[in-house]
């Protein structure tokens, strides 16, 4: 289902500025308020945003309490500041007008809100120039029950030409205080989700991607920020936000002379200065936030609910269980060898077998990674009856069957290179330069947009059995250059991803639920913008178990459970057993050779299977607690708890084995019922291999979140999975 599909107008309701006492509109979720003031002189401002008051009539007295220097400009705390008037702070929009004038200045026109349902409300406050005729409308979108704010902007003017958008926010959040921290994300290639934590000092900080096309690589545009003191699991105030893009995005963290901060996040305008014109609609992709007095757990948790209940692609579905060949064959493979893993699929009892990469080209075949992306024809000498044999093979094993594609990619040595070189992405005059071997298609050119639309089209014509994809996105963008745009190269960012965007909701509009994976080389595209269309992501190449834990645990403050695609494959030393318990944290799989297999592990294998079916919706649609940290502890521990507080499952593991390490302590449970009694079972145990568990009474909630439960963690048992049930109550 899309976005816009959730917008029911079932209520309209236009506010004019009168009704809202004293100039105050107040925007409320069940335990936040986002408070917005309109100044005498018409600018916008932000007044609050943080805990909701008990008397909401005490709004309007905030400004008393705040005795910090006169700001000049009064115009610090605006809710959307424009540059060129008053302004000299970060902007969040910025303008050449037709006639050349660089100066903005918005003014308060009016407010309305409109019930989209019962539980979300949109405000749209339009704010205009009082010179030119500009304006932006400022959006938001509040989820009243999960504490989430989406903000975006609209832009649009009439005046005599076109006016040049240098900078155009989504959503801007002005916070009062002295300190604030930062907890932000970098990464590479392997190495996704690497958080670090820094006291935010004054002047701007900006987070940012210019790589176009697996823009995540270096860095996500997902933060936190936390007032007063560092962040930390359960308590403390936090502000979690995010862009729901996939293009290069800016986030801008200012702090002024005054000590507050500005928090400012929208599409990267780096080379992205836009030709608007006159009554043309820009309209910015919403920055995603939440805030909890109840330290990042609570966040996360607020921004998971948001995302199953209203963003992701079937986010109360399922999900499949899989077996993908990447790890296990490479681009080498044949028809015998996939039959061969087709059977595997069955005998481990999963869902779906997904061919990997390799299966395509026919005048330059698809060996390794130097050629063929482009040429989506399957390869006559490896698979000579075609995709459709190997579906018809699947159906026979009682299996489904999905393909990876790179459909927004090039390979120079390819026949659609040969053929339309005028669609890819690289300088007329300049040496190609490539990332993996490869170059993106120029997705602004409608003709490259419908070739995509059809690629993928035609497969699901061609082959109804196509059960899944696998979208994969390798290269970064460079050379920028869209011969299509001709001298309008600075719309090229944003007219690849209105290109991305309108062929993946053509896709989804002829096939609303087939389940596809978002991958870019591993986490190179992570973000709510894609995810609106897709059902799972593929959080990184590095399946060291290790790693994993560790990649997974960050990834789990913005994405849920459900959407993480985790395959159990050869990478890392651990045993079977780890790496299955680490792969269950989310959408199983694997991705290993099952005859390499001995048969205690083939049999645990396939009993993990089963185990994970009887505990997948407690992960996928339960709260997910974070009791111990990997990057402070020898032990590592999550738990997911359904919403009723009556089913948990917990995962511990050993992420430190220096002599000695272990569960020494109790680890403190979460999220359960202080009056139940519970039952606590270890499952996924190794064939053979018994539990060192004492056989207990039934435990109290109260005592599990008190004292906490010792899953005896230790080098002989570095993985353990408890499985929680409520068995009565006091
Ligand atoms: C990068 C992906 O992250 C891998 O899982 C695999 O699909 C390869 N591409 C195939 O080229």
């Given at each position: 289902?899309t976005?816009?599909?959730?917008?029911v107008?079932t209520?309209?309701?236009?506010?004019?500025?009168q009704?809202f006492s004293?100039?105050?509109?107040?925007v409320?979720?069940?335990?936040?308020?986002?408070?917005?003031?309109?100044a005498?002189?018409?600018?916008l401002?932000?007044?609050?945003?943080?805990t909701?008051?008990?008397?909401?009539?005490?709004?309007s007295?905030?400004?008393?309490?705040?005795?910090?220097?006169?700001?000049?400009s009064?115009?610090l705390a605006?809710?959307?500041?424009?540059?060129?008037?008053?302004?000299?702070?970060?902007p969040?929009i910025?303008?050449t007008?037709?006639?050349g004038?660089?100066?903005?200045?918005?003014?308060?026109?009016s407010?309305?809100t409109?019930?989209?349902?019962?539980?979300?409300t949109?405000l749209?406050?339009?704010?205009?120039?009082?010179?030119y005729?500009?304006?932006?409308?400022?959006?938001?979108?509040?989820?009243?029950?999960?504490d989430?704010?989406e903000?975006?902007s609209s832009i649009?003017?009439?005046?005599?030409?076109?006016?040049?958008?240098?900078?155009?926010?989504?959503?801007?959040?002005y916070l009062?205080?002295?300190r604030?921290?930062?907890?932000?994300?970098?990464?590479?290639?392997?190495r996704?989700?690497?958080p670090e934590e820094?006291?935010?000092?004054?002047?701007?900080?900006?987070?940012?991607t210019?790589?176009g096309?697996?823009?995540?690589?270096?860095?996500?545009?997902?933060?936190?920020?936390s007032?007063?003191?560092?962040?930390?699991?359960d308590d403390?105030?936090?502000i979690?936000?995010?862009?729901?893009?996939?293009?290069?995005?800016?986030?801008?963290?200012?702090?002024?002379?005054?000590d507050?901060?500005r928090?400012m996040?929208?599409?990267?305008?780096?080379?992205?200065?836009y030709q608007?014109?006159?009554?043309?609609k820009?309209?910015?992709?919403?920055?995603?936030?939440?805030?909890?007095?109840?330290?990042?757990?609570?966040?996360?948790?607020?921004?998971?609910?948001?995302?199953?209940?209203?963003?992701l692609?079937?986010g109360k579905?399922?999900?499949?269980?899989?077996l993908?060949?990447?790890?296990?064959?490479l681009?080498n493979?044949?028809?015998?060898?996939l039959?061969a893993?087709l059977?595997?699929?069955?005998?481990?009892?999963?869902?779906?077998?997904?061919?990997?990469?390799?299966w395509?080209?026919?005048k330059?075949?698809?060996?390794d990674?130097r050629?063929?992306?482009g040429?989506?024809?399957a390869?006559?000498?490896k698979?000579?009856?075609?995709?459709g044999?190997?579906?018809?093979?699947?159906a026979?094993?009682?299996?489904k069957?999905?393909?990876?594609?790179?459909?927004?990619?090039v390979?120079?040595?390819?026949?659609l290179?040969?053929?339309h070189?005028?669609w890819?992405?690289?300088?007329?005059?300049?040496?190609?330069?490539?990332?993996?071997n490869?170059l993106?298609?120029?997705?602004?050119?409608?003709?490259?947009?419908?070739?995509?639309?059809?690629t993928?089209?035609?497969l699901?014509?061609?082959?109804?059995?196509?059960a899944y994809?696998?979208?994969d996105?390798n290269?970064?963008?460079?050379?920028?250059?869209s011969?299509?745009?001709?001298?309008?190269?600075?719309?090229?960012?944003?007219?690849y991803?209105?290109?991305?965007?309108?062929?993946l909701k053509?896709?989804?509009?002829?096939y609303?639920?087939?389940?596809?994976?978002l991958?870019?080389?591993?986490?190179?595209?992570?973000?709510?913008?894609?995810?609106?269309y897709?059902t799972e992501?593929?959080?990184?190449?590095?399946?060291?178990?290790?790693e994993r834990?560790?990649?997974?645990?960050?990834?789990?403050?913005?994405y849920?459970?459900?959407?993480s695609?985790?395959?159990?494959?050869?990478w890392?030393k651990?045993?079977l057993?780890?790496?299955?318990?680490?792969?269950?944290m989310?959408k199983?799989g694997?991705?290993?050779?099952?005859h390499?297999?001995?048969?205690?592990?083939l049999?645990?294998a396939?009993?993990s299977?089963?185990?994970?079916d009887?505990?997948?919706?407690?992960?996928?649609q339960?709260?997910?607690y974070?009791?111990s940290d990997p990057q402070?502890?020898?032990?590592?521990?999550?738990?997911y708890?359904?919403?009723t507080?009556?089913?948990?499952?917990?995962?511990?593991y050993l992420?430190n084995?220096?002599?000695?390490?272990?569960?020494?302590?109790?680890i403190k449970?979460k999220?359960?019922?202080p009056?139940?009694?519970?039952s606590?079972k270890?499952?996924?145990?190794?064939?053979?291999?018994?539990g060192?568990?004492?056989?207990?009474k039934?435990?109290?909630?109260?005592?599990?979140?008190?004292?906490?439960?010792?899953?005896?963690?230790?080098?002989?048992r570095?993985?353990?999975?408890?499985r929680?049930?409520?068995?009565?109550?006091?």
């Amino acid at each position: 289902m899309t976005r816009n599909s959730f917008i029911v107008l079932t209520l309209f309701l236009s506010i004019s500025l009168q009704a809202f006492s004293q100039k105050i509109i107040p925007v409320f979720t069940q335990h936040t308020a986002l408070v917005f003031h309109v100044a005498p002189d018409s600018t916008l401002n932000i007044l609050y945003f943080g805990t909701k008051l008990a008397d909401s009539s005490e709004y309007s007295d905030l400004g008393n309490a705040y005795r910090q220097p006169d700001d000049y400009s009064k115009m610090l705390a605006a809710a959307y500041p424009s540059s060129g008037s008053r302004s000299l702070n970060e902007p969040a929009i910025s303008v050449t007008h037709a006639d050349g004038n660089n100066s903005l200045d918005l003014k308060f026109i009016s407010a309305k809100t409109q019930q989209l349902d019962a539980n979300v409300t949109l405000l749209t406050i339009l704010l205009k120039d009082p010179v030119y005729d500009f304006q932006t409308e400022l959006f938001y979108k509040i989820h009243f029950a999960e504490d989430v704010i989406e903000q975006w902007s609209s832009i649009q003017h009439n005046e005599k030409g076109k006016v040049t958008l240098h900078k155009y926010a989504s959503g801007n959040l002005y916070l009062k205080g002295d300190r604030f921290y930062l907890r932000q994300y970098h990464g590479n290639k392997v190495r996704e989700m690497q958080p670090e934590e820094t006291l935010l000092t004054h002047g701007i900080k900006t987070l940012d991607t210019k790589l176009g096309t697996r823009a995540n690589m270096f860095m996500p545009s997902c933060f936190m920020i936390s007032p007063g003191k560092p962040s930390s699991e359960d308590d403390g105030e936090v502000i979690l936000g995010m862009l729901a893009y996939s293009g290069n995005f800016r986030v801008d963290l200012e702090v002024d002379q005054n000590d507050n901060l500005r928090i400012m996040s929208g599409i990267n305008n780096y080379a992205s200065a836009y030709q608007l014109k006159a009554r043309e609609k820009f309209e910015t992709p919403p920055f995603v936030f939440t805030f909890s007095d109840k330290g990042r757990g609570q966040a996360s948790r607020q921004i998971h609910r948001w995302a199953r209940n209203y963003q992701l692609l079937d986010g109360k579905g399922s999900r499949l269980t899989l077996l993908n060949n990447w790890e296990a064959t490479l681009f080498n493979f044949n028809e015998p060898k996939l039959a061969a893993l087709l059977h595997d699929t069955k005998r481990l009892g999963v869902d779906l077998f997904l061919l990997d990469d390799g299966w395509f080209g026919q005048k330059y075949p698809r060996d390794d990674d130097r050629s063929s992306l482009g040429d989506w024809q399957a390869n006559k000498e490896k698979l000579p009856h075609g995709i459709g044999w190997l579906i018809k093979q699947a159906a026979d094993e009682q299996v489904k069957f999905g393909l990876w594609i790179e459909p927004e990619m090039v390979s120079p040595k390819s026949e659609l290179y040969e053929q339309h070189a005028d669609w890819v992405v690289k300088q007329p005059l300049r040496k190609e330069h490539y990332y993996r071997n490869q170059l993106v298609l120029d997705l602004a050119n409608p003709s490259v947009q419908d070739f995509v639309f059809r690629t993928i089209d035609s497969l699901f014509i061609k082959h109804p059995g196509l059960a899944y994809l696998k979208w994969d996105c390798n290269s970064i963008i460079y050379n920028a250059y869209s011969s299509f745009l001709k001298e309008q190269q600075n719309h090229f960012y944003i007219e690849y991803y209105r290109g991305l965007y309108s062929v993946l909701k053509k896709i989804r509009t002829k096939y609303p639920l087939v389940p596809m994976m978002l991958c870019s080389g591993g986490g190179g595209r992570v973000d709510y913008g894609a995810l609106q269309y897709f059902t799972e992501y593929w959080p990184s190449d590095n399946t060291d178990p290790l790693e994993r834990i560790f990649i997974q645990w960050e990834y789990s403050y913005f994405y849920p459970a459900l959407t993480s695609a985790n395959h159990v494959t050869g990478w890392g030393k651990q045993s079977l057993k780890f790496k299955t318990d680490v792969a269950m944290m989310g959408k199983f799989g694997f991705d290993i050779v099952l005859h390499e297999l001995n048969e205690n592990e083939l049999r645990f294998a396939q009993a993990s299977v089963k185990t994970f079916d009887s505990i997948k919706y407690v992960i996928w649609q339960g709260d997910q607690y974070r009791l111990s940290d990997p990057q402070k502890n020898d032990v590592a521990s999550i738990m997911y708890v359904d919403t009723t507080g009556r089913s948990a499952v917990m995962f511990s593991y050993l992420v430190n084995d220096r002599y000695g390490a272990g569960s020494q302590l109790p680890i403190k449970l979460k999220g359960l019922k202080p009056d139940s009694y519970y039952s606590v079972k270890e499952i996924n145990l190794y064939p053979g291999k018994s539990g060192t568990l004492p056989e207990t009474k039934l435990l109290s909630g109260d005592l599990l979140m008190k004292v906490g439960f010792n899953p005896d963690v230790k080098s002989t048992r570095p993985s353990v999975v408890l499985r929680i049930e409520e068995v009565s109550r006091r």
